[in-house]
């Protein structure tokens, strides 16, 4: 019973170590083909139909996508929030703007991870320096495609009643950063060790 045991929670440790890293292949392998006007038209309708609840600027979103290059880039974000959530038109929520703002991230999250995208860093430590922003996040999108993919989600727009009665301001800057070290093959690279140790490991033990 204990060596079934043992072989069950080796084989889970090589296809989740095996799982992730294809993920990380995915990230960094993957051309992403830029948006064609075609697409960028067809979309910014859906996302226009969905702008009362996310609140999107339409002609800055329209440029961003129809200069499209296929590449990487992150978003530096900046938030400031309210001491309590303002829930305009839902009695169902309530707590304060960071607890709002936290609901939201929970959804935005499980999309990025589904588009190959992620949070690189956050901190609330901002507030150790003479400015007005409670927190800092800087993500990392795969292409401006995925990014697409996430604010056109539905779940996306019905979690933005939280972004909205958590945020007091909000500043972001794009930048596409590629002197930065990718994360992705970080990831990679320990995933590979990983794996090869929990390789070498099981054939030793057949050897014994």
Not at 55 to 70: I, P, T, Y
Request: glycine share 6%.
């Amino acid at each position: 019973m204990a060596k079934n045991m043992t072989n069950w929670r080796q084989f889970a440790g090589y296809v989740l170590v095996f799982g992730l890293t294809i993920y990380a292949v995915l990230l960094s392998g993957v051309t992403v083909s830029p948006l064609t006007q075609d697409e960028v038209k067809q979309t910014m309708a859906e996302v226009e139909k969905q702008n009362q609840y996310t609140r999107h600027d339409l002609s800055e979103l329209r440029a961003f996508l129809e200069q499209d290059d296929g590449q990487a880039f992150y978003t530096v974000n900046l938030y400031q929030f309210h001491d309590e959530a303002n829930y305009v038109d839902s009695t169902e929520f309530s707590g304060s703007g960071t607890d709002a703002y936290g609901r939201f991230s929970s959804v935005m999250i499980k999309l990025m991870l589904g588009n190959f995208s992620f949070p690189i860093f956050g901190s609330e430590w901002l507030g150790l320096s003479d400015n007005e922003w409670d927190r800092m996040v800087i993500v990392r999108y795969r292409s401006r495609r995925d990014i697409l993919n996430v604010f056109i989600d539905d779940r996306f727009v019905d979690a933005n009643q939280h972004k909205w009665a958590a945020i007091k301001k909000h500043e972001r800057f794009v930048v596409q950063a590629k002197h930065l070290p990718e994360l992705h093959w970080v990831i990679f690279i320990v995933l590979s060790l990983v794996f090869g140790c929990m390789v070498y490991r099981c054939t030793r033990r057949k050897e014994v």
